[in-house]
């Protein structure tokens, strides 16, 4: 299965600021999406991104907020944008391994963990 | 309501035991059904995956899904310190494509030796 490298593993960062969280894929795929998982939360999906077009949000979620890049078939980034104490979380990117099934699942990187003070 | 319903436990067992981890859901679309474990500090792995009522077996664990009721489980038998993680249940709507997953929150699980 694909391997996702994820970075940073962690951050603080100063309300008021943004970062930009990468995600690299060891393979080619189609889909990448990125979640959200706040402490003692489920995983909430943030957006999908497909290369070559604008990433697609969930509800709760706006581009100004969290931009997103796809500019190849094996990358993304996920900028939080303007944080607040409130952003603090975990930013997860998985990627469809596009078998078309889902009996292969989702791949997962290991995850930035973010802290806003 | 939440889609998906998991308890978050903490759950502590004895090493040897039987686990069971439940989730229900309310959205009778869902048609895929899976299991991931998150260990601490790391991304979730996929663990089993079904799309039918009844169980799937594969070494320790067992999934079971009973659509009528919207409940799923897992069994993990003669429990080991290294399943200690975080489970977590995910579903998706039928279709092709890549499918949006909605997870439950996660059960903590400790196996204790």
């Given at each position: 299965?694909?391997?996702i490298?994820q970075?940073?593993?962690?951050?603080?960062?100063?309300?008021?600021?943004?970062?930009t969280i990468q995600c690299q894929v060891?393979?080619?795929v189609?889909m990448m999406f990125w979640?959200?998982?706040?402490?003692?939360?489920?995983?909430?999906?943030i957006a999908t991104a497909n290369q070559?077009?604008?990433a697609?949000?969930?509800?709760?979620?706006?581009?100004?907020?969290?931009p997103i890049s796809r500019p190849n078939l094996t990358f993304s980034t996920l900028t939080?944008?303007?944080?607040?104490?409130?952003?603090?979380?975990?930013?997860?990117c998985s990627a469809?391994?596009?078998?078309?099934?889902?009996?292969?699942?989702?791949?997962?990187g290991?995850?930035?963990?973010?802290?806003?003070? | 309501?939440?889609?998906?319903?998991?308890?978050?436990?903490?759950?502590?067992?004895?090493?040897?035991?039987?686990?069971?981890?439940?989730?229900?859901?309310?959205?009778?679309?869902?048609?895929?059904?899976?299991?991931?474990?998150?260990?601490?500090?790391?991304?979730?792995?996929?663990?089993?995956?079904?799309?039918?009522?009844?169980?799937?077996?594969?070494?320790?664990?067992?999934?079971?899904?009973?659509?009528?009721?919207?409940?799923?489980?897992?069994?993990?038998?003669?429990?080991?310190?290294?399943?200690?993680?975080?489970?977590?249940?995910?579903?998706?709507?039928?279709?092709?494509?890549?499918?949006?997953?909605?997870?439950?929150?996660?059960?903590?699980?400790?196996?204790?030796?």
């Open positions: 299965s694909a391997v490298s970075k940073p593993s962690r951050d603080i960062c100063q309300r008021g600021t943004s970062l060891d393979s080619q189609t979640y959200r998982q706040q402490p003692g939360q489920s995983l909430t999906l070559g077009s604008e697609t949000y969930e509800s709760g979620f706006v581009i100004d907020k969290f939080v944008s303007n944080m607040s104490p409130e952003d603090s979380s975990i930013y997860l469809d391994l596009g078998t078309g099934g889902l009996e292969l699942g989702y791949t997962f290991s995850g930035t963990r973010l802290t806003v003070v | 309501q939440k889609e998906v319903e998991q308890d978050p436990g903490p759950l502590s067992v004895p090493e040897g035991a039987i686990v069971s981890l439940n989730c229900t859901y309310s959205n009778s679309a869902f048609q895929y059904f899976m299991w991931y474990r998150q260990y601490s500090r790391k991304g979730p792995e996929l663990l089993m995956y079904t799309y039918s009522s009844g169980n799937k077996e594969d070494g320790r664990f067992t999934a079971q899904v009973d659509k009528s009721s919207k409940y799923i489980s897992l069994f993990i038998r003669d429990s080991q310190p290294s399943d200690s993680a975080t489970y977590l249940c995910a579903m998706a709507l039928m279709g092709g494509g890549a499918q949006k997953l909605v997870f439950g929150q996660g059960t903590r699980l400790t196996i204790n030796p």
